[in-house]
């Protein structure tokens, strides 16, 4: 399969040392199985994909559109060779040295300034300061943009929480009886994120 889909939970940090002795940061995923539970088709759906489910739920914890796929997540991809319903995806399908695009939800940070938010410097820590060192300056008014705060305007507000999407990360390890993938370098949320990998 051209086009591989995995997903997994995010776990701890690790380091990983190649053939050459040079040293890697690196993330194990524990990933899979996922089980095949719909074919979408282009007569019935309007497009060609598979819907998978990960990580088993009781019934009474799904709902009723989702009954009879008991299932705590369900998300669609397409393979070049559409599985049957019920078949098992597991991590095997990936290989050492495969490049995949990992995405999660990146950690909740609440409500944030600018400093922190956006990696505004503040301002001066002389000439009388006291209590606005970390104050984001002006923020329009006066003759700009007729005064008003112009859209996208860098402010204090909620951070992380955000769906981030990493490319160009390498499998550097893949162990079927234990179901987990080693992937270079750091993916985005905190262990136990779920984590949707594209080859």
């Known amino acids: 399969m051209a086009n ?9 940090m690790t380091q990983v040392f190649d053939e050459k002795g040079v040293v ?11 089980t095949v539970t719909q074919i979408k088709g282009k007569e019935t759906d309007g ?22 796929k008991p299932f705590t997540y369900l998300r ?9 319903i019920g078949a098992s995806i597991d991590v095997s399908i990936f290989v050492p040295g495969d490049m995949v695009t990992v995405s999660a939800i990146s950690k909740g940070k609440g ?34 943009a007729g005064g008003r705060v112009v859209k996208g ?12 999407t990493v490319k160009n990360l390498k499998v550097l ?7 987990t993938l080693v992937i270079s370098g ?9 984590v949707e990998i594209r080859g």
């Open 186 to 194: 750091a993916i985005p949320g905190r262990p136990g994120t779920l």
């Open 111 to 144: 409500f944030q300034g600018v400093v922190k938010r956006h990696g505004f410097h503040g301002g001066p820590r002389s000439h009388g300061q006291k209590n606005r060192e970390r104050s984001p300056g002006s923020i329009g008014g006066g003759g700009r």
């Open 4 to 12: 591989k889909f995995m997903l997994g939970t995010k776990g701890r």
């Open 153 to 164: 305007m860098r402010m204090a507000g909620r951070m992380g929480g955000s769906r981030i």
């Open 76 to 84: 669609e991809s397409s393979f070049d060779v559409a599985p049957e």
């Open 24 to 34: 890697s940061a690196a993330t194990i995923v524990s990933a899979g199985p996922l």
């Open 173 to 179: 390890q893949v162990d079927v009886a234990t179901n």
């Open 47 to 68: 497009y060609d994909g598979v819907q998978v489910g990960f990580l088993a739920a009781k019934e009474k914890h799904v709902n009723k559109a989702q009954s009879g």
